[in-house]
């Protein structure tokens, strides 16, 4: 996109600058796209890890109490 002092300069061609807008938009919902991808398997991994603590957390309690 041109900088102000270039569209004082030389006026503002609508058509190119709508192209730009709009390329720009997709490549940000391209990588919004791709960000929620790795929240959620983030999410899923974070969800698996306390599932594991917390069957490790009552496997040690069993195990502290036949001491």
């Given at each position: ?19 730009g807008l ?39 309690g ?6």
């Amino acid at each position: 996109l041109k900088s102000g002092n270039d569209i004082i300069a030389n006026g503002l061609d609508v058509p190119e600058t709508m192209k730009g807008l709009t390329m720009n938009v997709e490549e940000l919902w391209l990588d919004m796209i791709d960000l929620h991808k790795s929240n959620k398997k983030l999410q899923d991994e974070n969800t698996d890890l306390k599932d594991q603590i917390k069957s490790l957390s009552i496997r040690i309690g069993k195990l502290e109490g036949k001491k």
